[in-house]
């Protein structure tokens, strides 16, 4: 069983910046083999990926939507993944998710994830 509990979501205007983190626990437990997501949902839309990085963070993807903007992160000693979004645009309002992937790949697939967090709230006003 691996718990992810997200943090950092928020209100901010457009234009600004929020760093959201995930951090992870569990037993068995072997946070530097994992690869780490983020994906969002708007209300009434489904879940859509956001970014990935994979066990080692050598490998790193993101959604054409966020690219430039967002920085997908890892801090293995601390378990926790982060996310610096930069230049917020109000179609980034959603509630944030991280998940694990236990084999390691960085991949798009939302199937592909077992382990998810509660989320947090990200509300971008115009």
């Known amino acids: 069983q691996v718990q992810l509990v997200e943090s950092g979501g928020g209100l901010v205007q457009a234009g600004g910046s929020l760093r959201l983190s995930c951090a992870a626990s569990g037993r068995p437990f072997a946070f530097s083999t994992y690869a780490l997501v983020w994906f969002r949902q708007a209300p009434g839309q489904d879940r859509e990926f956001v970014t990935a990085i994979s066990w080692n963070g050598g490998n790193t993807l993101y959604a054409d939507s966020v690219k430039g903007r967002f920085t997908i992160s890892r801090d293995n000693p601390k378990n926790t993944v982060n996310l610096q979004m930069n230049s917020l645009k109000p179609e980034d309002t959603g509630v944030y998710y991280c998940?694990?992937?236990?084999?390691?790949?960085?991949?798009?697939?939302?199937?592909?994830?077992?382990?998810w967090g509660q989320g947090t709230q990200v509300t971008v006003s115009s």
């Open positions: 998940a694990v992937n236990r084999d390691g790949y960085a991949v798009t697939d939302i199937g592909r994830y077992d382990y």
